[in-house]
């Protein structure tokens, strides 16, 4: 009989649960949206039980799939686990329940608590961790918004004074609650979506005592620290009751994993609701002088070496094609954004910042905002629906620089996935400015893979690495450079002069994220 392998992807907009076979190929799947909520400007929250309520829904109805399709459910033999990192939840180790919402990695409440744990440091630099934990000091990482959560929610200062507090990254969420939750669910994370929280040493895979320390918080209240690719425990309840549950990985670092850039000097990029390009390092971390991410890559068996990777991150990708849909009305659907942008032959000199949370890496400005530069009488819709392509794409650009300055590697080959990948105007115009071929395999569900090779890797599904090598290579489209040097070159200049002009914009909003004195 057939056997498979399971996938839980939670990502920032959906959920899904994705059941693979041996050769890597997706046999059936079932996907989620859930509620985003915006209390205020630069806030962006999730309800950890809807959360995980998704989760629940998106394996029954797989499961049901499954049944339908004349496949037993029991041929499962173990759960991947990869989820949105840097998101913060906390809850009560007596009741199980949430303290606060899932406070989201791209919310930006935390901007004055980020000033004060800078003034507070001897160093006055936002770089004043990077040492112990690769990362600035910033509104993206887990610690920051424990340390608002802390100032600003007395259920939360309270569950700390009575011990009862629990803090977790998304990953640690679900897998305590599908392992038992309050009824001795496992409390645990692994090192990637640890080394996200700014609380772990990513030299020493542990906890820092001067991080906690600093944030205010001891270790008991966070999860073990484990590795990507082991048998953690068996699935309590449900459908998968008795599965184990055998691989967790951060999403980037299993979209790294699922295409399989095992090698030194490898990169991928996902377009997804942000873009993260991630470059593999090896064994040891190296500290980026460029603004970018030093990360914990993977570690495949809790005796195995981990490895590292370089990261640059940017906070608006897919959520641009969102935002065009949702808030102005310009499109019905993603398909839509491609027929507009192939209308044009050129952005019309109309170039879309999408800096709606700040920008991220290379260039690390929080008081950034997003805006639409070199409007003209003559530019419509068809040039903005390319300057929202394009942007992402400029970004991934001055990534790809900031990577190549770091590791001294010449990189040639980006691996692709994730939504805006689809696009065939997108990646040939990314090949185009990053003056690299890009390369994007058919099947596009490169995270859940990587979080499925994790998991079979640690249950005999697959034997090795060398095995994984041999999924997903059939049919990769590549797009390579074809756009004169000139253009390429002005086009990189004006980019650059509108990220200018984008940062320094602080809005006038309440200052309720502020932390009292």
């Not at 609380?199 to 001067?210: A, G, K, P, R, T």
């Not at 819709?381 to 629906?385: I, N, P, V």
């Given at each position: 009989?057939?056997?498979?392998?399971?996938?839980?992807?939670?990502g920032?907009?959906?959920?899904?649960?994705?059941?693979?076979?041996?050769?890597?190929k997706?046999?059936?799947?079932?996907?989620?949206?859930?509620?985003q909520?915006?209390?205020?400007?630069?806030?962006?929250e999730?309800?950890?039980m809807?959360?995980?309520?998704?989760?629940?829904t998106?394996?029954?109805e797989?499961?049901?799939?499954?049944?339908?399709?004349g496949?037993?459910p029991e041929?499962?033999?173990g759960?991947?686990?990869?989820?949105?990192?840097e998101?913060?939840?906390?809850?009560?180790?007596?009741?199980?329940?949430?303290?606060y919402?899932?406070?989201?990695?791209?919310?930006?409440r935390?901007?004055e608590?980020?000033?004060?744990?800078?003034n507070a440091?001897?160093?006055?630099?936002?770089?004043?961790f990077?040492?112990?934990t690769?990362?600035?000091v910033?509104?993206?990482?887990?610690?920051v918004?424990?340390?608002?959560?802390?100032?600003?929610?007395?259920?939360?200062?309270?569950?700390r004074?009575?011990?009862?507090?629990?803090?977790?990254?998304?990953d640690?969420?679900l897998?305590?609650?599908?392992?038992?939750?309050?009824?001795?669910?496992?409390?645990?994370?692994?090192?990637?979506?640890?080394?996200?929280t700014m609380?772990?040493?990513?030299?020493?895979?542990?906890?820092?005592?001067?991080l906690c320390?600093?944030?205010?918080?001891?270790?008991?209240?966070?999860?073990?620290?484990?590795?990507?690719?082991?048998?953690?425990?068996?699935?309590?309840?449900?459908?998968?009751k008795?599965v184990?549950?055998?691989?967790?990985?951060?999403?980037?670092?299993?979209?790294?994993?699922?295409?399989?850039?095992?090698?030194?000097?490898?990169v991928?990029n996902?377009?997804?609701?942000?873009?993260?390009?991630?470059?593999?390092?090896?064994?040891?971390?190296?500290?980026?002088?460029?603004?970018?991410?030093?990360?914990?890559?993977?570690q495949?068996?809790?005796?195995?070496?981990?490895?590292?990777?370089l990261?640059?991150?940017?906070?608006?990708?897919?959520?641009a094609?969102?935002?065009l849909r949702d808030?102005?009305?310009?499109?019905?659907?993603?398909?839509?954004l491609?027929?507009?942008?192939?209308?044009?032959?050129?952005?019309g000199?109309v170039?879309?910042?999408?800096?709606f949370?700040?920008?991220?890496?290379?260039?690390?400005r929080?008081?950034?905002?997003?805006?639409?530069?070199?409007?003209t009488?003559?530019?419509n819709?068809?040039?903005?629906?390319r300057?929202?392509?394009?942007?992402?794409?400029?970004?991934?650009?001055?990534?790809?620089?900031a990577?190549?300055?770091?590791s001294?590697?010449?990189?040639?080959?980006?691996k692709?996935?994730g939504?805006?990948?689809?696009?065939?105007?997108?990646?040939?115009?990314?090949?185009?400015i990053?003056g690299?071929?890009?390369?994007?395999?058919?099947m596009k569900?490169?995270?859940?893979?990587?979080?499925?090779?994790?998991?079979?890797?640690?249950?005999?599904?697959?034997?090795?690495?060398?095995?994984?090598?041999?999924?997903?290579?059939?049919?990769?489209?590549?797009?390579?450079?074809?756009?004169?040097?000139?253009?390429?070159?002005?086009?990189?200049n004006?980019?650059?002069?509108?990220?200018?002009?984008?940062?320094?914009?602080?809005?006038r909003?309440?200052?309720s994220?502020?932390?009292?004195?």
């Open positions: 009989m057939p056997s498979f392998i399971g996938a839980i992807d939670q920032t907009s959906s959920s899904r649960f994705i059941i693979f076979d041996h050769e890597g997706v046999v059936t799947f079932h996907q989620e949206e859930f509620e909520h915006y209390p205020h400007a630069g806030w962006v999730h309800d950890p809807v959360i995980l309520g998704s989760v629940l998106c394996v029954e797989t499961v049901k799939k499954m049944k339908a399709m496949l037993n041929d499962i033999k759960v991947g686990i990869t989820n949105q990192r998101t913060t939840l906390v809850w009560d180790s007596e009741t199980g329940k949430p303290l919402n899932a406070i989201v990695w791209s919310d930006t935390t901007k608590t980020v000033k004060r744990i800078i440091h001897p160093s006055k630099s936002s770089d004043c990077r040492s112990i690769g990362l600035p910033s509104t993206y990482f887990s610690a918004k424990v340390r608002w959560l802390l100032h600003k929610v007395p259920a939360v200062k309270m569950a004074e009575a011990g009862t507090l629990r803090i977790g990254t998304v640690t969420w897998i305590y609650n599908l392992t038992g939750g309050a009824n001795g669910g496992l409390f645990i994370t692994d090192v990637t979506n640890a080394s996200r609380f772990m040493d990513i030299n020493q895979l542990e906890w820092s005592d001067e320390q600093a944030f205010g918080i001891s270790k008991g209240f966070l999860p073990k620290i484990v590795s990507s690719s082991e048998i953690y425990g068996n699935v309590a309840e449900g459908p998968l008795g184990p549950i055998a691989g967790c990985l951060g999403d980037q670092q299993a979209a790294l994993v699922g295409q399989k850039c095992f090698s030194v000097g490898n991928k996902t377009y997804g609701t942000g873009c993260f390009m991630l470059m593999n390092t090896g064994n040891e971390a190296t500290q980026s002088t460029t603004g970018l991410l030093t990360t914990v890559a993977y495949f068996g809790k005796d195995s070496k981990p490895y590292y990777a990261e640059g991150s940017i906070a608006v990708a897919g959520a094609v969102r935002w808030n102005l009305g310009l499109i019905s659907g993603s398909h839509e491609d027929e507009l942008a192939a209308q044009v032959e050129d952005n000199g170039y879309f910042v999408t800096a949370s700040g920008l991220f890496a290379p260039y690390w929080s008081d950034a905002r997003g805006c639409i530069l070199g409007l009488q003559y530019a819709k068809h040039h903005l629906a300057a929202t392509y394009e942007s992402t794409c400029f970004q991934t650009y001055a990534i790809l620089e990577m190549r300055k770091d001294g590697q010449d990189i040639t080959i980006i692709a996935d939504g805006l990948s689809k696009s065939e105007l997108c990646m040939q115009f990314q090949a185009d990053a690299v071929r890009v390369e994007r395999p058919e569900e490169t995270t859940a893979l990587g979080a499925a090779f994790a998991a079979g890797l640690a249950v005999g599904f697959w034997s090795d690495q060398s095995e994984l090598m041999t999924i997903n290579n059939d049919n990769i489209h590549s797009f390579t450079p074809s756009m004169d040097t000139v253009i390429r070159d002005k086009q990189i004006d980019w650059e002069r509108a990220v200018e002009r984008s940062s320094g914009w602080l809005p909003e309440d200052t994220s502020e932390e009292s004195d």
